[in-house]
């Protein structure tokens, strides 16, 4: 669930939980009840009982339960076995485990680094 390069915990949103509004955070968001705003955070774990209501902005997500809105991660999102996401994804890796429920678009995203030589840019895929 966690990397290697993931901090550690910040933020937890308890299971008996309700947060409106919107949550940012340099480190790693847990979210075990509900969230009903935008969430901008380094990395989000939405816990089996968690509920997400809006735009995501993280480097890496795991989704092990509800989120409705669409997801931006540089990084990658994982759909857990119960994961369930409904709206699109930007990301550079998209995981879904068997039994999770995707509803939306993927877009995949790679990493681009600019070289200028001279007039001209060339586009080099990381």
């Known amino acids: 669930m966690f990397s290697k390069r993931q901090p550690k915990l910040d933020t937890i949103v308890g299971p008996e939980s309700i947060l409106k509004g919107d949550l940012t955070s340099k480190g790693t968001v847990?979210?075990?009840g509900q969230v009903e705003g935008n969430v901008t955070a380094d990395c989000l774990v939405i816990g089996e009982a968690g509920k997400l209501t809006g735009d995501?902005?993280?480097?890496?997500?795991v989704?092990?339960?509800?989120?409705?809105?669409?997801?931006?991660a540089t990084d990658g999102v994982d759909i857990q076995r119960k994961g369930d996401v409904c709206g699109d994804i930007y990301a550079a890796r998209l995981t879904i485990a068997e039994g999770g429920y995707f509803d939306g678009r993927s877009t995949m995203q790679h990493q681009k680094k600019?070289?200028?030589i001279g007039d001209n840019a060339a586009v080099n895929e990381i």
């Open 63 to 72: 989704v092990g339960g509800r989120v409705i809105g669409t997801i931006h």
């Open 56 to 61: 995501v902005t993280v480097r890496e997500i």
């Open 30 to 32: 847990k979210v075990d």
């Open 114 to 116: 600019i070289s200028y």
